[in-house]
């Protein structure tokens, strides 16, 4: 018990207490814009949802010990399939996200094969991945499509779920309720049934038990190739997810869409406490990694003076100091053996 609270639960508790201390300074440095308003941090939850659902998924690879660096060329191609399909195609929504959900599977399921079964380096396989669904993007269609005429998913896109609480009167003395968005609540279910998931089921146990020793639990009976074929399964199904999430959001499908958006969903799950040699890490953490990425993006917008380019820069120095404070505590569990 002692060395699960030194492992999993004391990074969690660090990304916990840092979301808090840098929100907190939000709210009283930029309390006069607005900062302290209930739907600013609802906003936050709101540009992220689908950031949230391959955060989700790429904890459950990096748990294994693996990786998944496709997940934003994925995301890219989902919206121009949702988008093209819609106003070019002629397609129904519904058709379309059961489609991009399917190609999910598939193409974690072709991922993880490589990886399982024939033993490539996760980073080898899933950057093909990335070249050909940016590729499969372009091919698809060159230009940027907008989504204007199916109704289902415009209304959905549009569509917000009103809070009860944490109202406030704007300039013009007019009440503004908090809302959420459609794309939220999917995104807190998804990490909600993850961590059920992760935590009461055999496939969740085994992803830990793989990327805490591989040989023990080859050993221990369990079916390595197996569980790390579903884990990027999983993640890439999650990841259409946070497609069709995503797309709600932009409601359009451009070449350029979801870049860095890998680098975005690995880096909340290293600040969020999850090993990046696997075995160590929570679902809540990721998602708190999301909401601290998306503070610091929603700082600098605030501040109207910094270019954007400082997001980066601070979640870099972040990133940074999370994985010198893994290394630490790995260099504590081995001297303890």
Not at 17 to 30: K, R, S
Not at 56 to 84: H, K, P, R
């Amino acid at each position: 018990m002692k060395k699960k609270i030194n492992s999993n639960s004391l990074l969690l508790l660090i990304t916990v207490v840092l979301f808090i201390v840098m929100y907190a300074a939000g709210c009283i440095v930029y309390a006069s814009k607005g900062f302290t308003h209930l739907q600013t941090f609802l906003n936050i939850l709101i540009n992220n949802a689908g950031l949230i659902c391959v955060a989700s998924g790429m904890t459950c690879v990096m748990l294994t010990g693996g990786i998944d660096i496709s997940v934003g060329s994925l995301v890219a191609m989902d919206c121009m399939i949702l988008a093209v399909g819609i106003e070019q195609w002629g397609w129904s929504s519904p058709a379309l996200m059961l489609l991009v959900l399917a190609i999910g599977l598939v193409f974690g399921l072709v991922q993880g094969f490589c990886i399982a079964y024939l033993d490539i380096q996760p980073f080898i396989v899933t950057m093909a991945g990335m070249f050909f669904a940016r590729g499969m993007t372009a091919v698809i269609c060159r230009n940027q499509v907008s989504i204007v005429s199916d109704k289902i998913f415009t209304t959905l896109s549009s569509l917000k779920i009103e809070l009860p609480f944490g109202g406030y009167e704007n300039k013009k003395g007019i009440m503004q309720m908090p809302y959420l968005r459609v794309t939220v609540i999917v995104a807190l279910i998804v990490v909600v049934l993850v961590y059920l998931m992760l935590k009461y089921t055999k496939f969740g146990r085994s992803i830990y038990a793989i990327g805490g020793n591989q040989q023990s639990a080859t050993l221990m009976g369990l079916n390595v190739k197996k569980t790390k074929l579903k884990a990027y399964v999983l993640s890439s199904f999650l990841t259409s997810i946070g497609g069709i999430c995503y797309c709600l959001n932009t409601m359009a499908g451009t070449t350029q869409q979801a870049q860095g958006l890998e680098m975005s969903a690995i880096s909340s799950a290293v600040i969020g406490g999850t090993l990046l040699t696997g075995g160590v890490g929570n679902v809540f953490g990721s998602l708190v990694g999301v909401l601290i990425n998306g503070t610091i993006s929603s700082l600098v917008k605030t501040n109207g003076k910094l270019i954007s380019s400082w997001s980066n820069i601070i979640t870099a120095i972040l990133l940074c100091f999370f994985i010198i404070l893994q290394s630490i505590f790995a260099k504590i569990k081995d001297s303890k053996k």
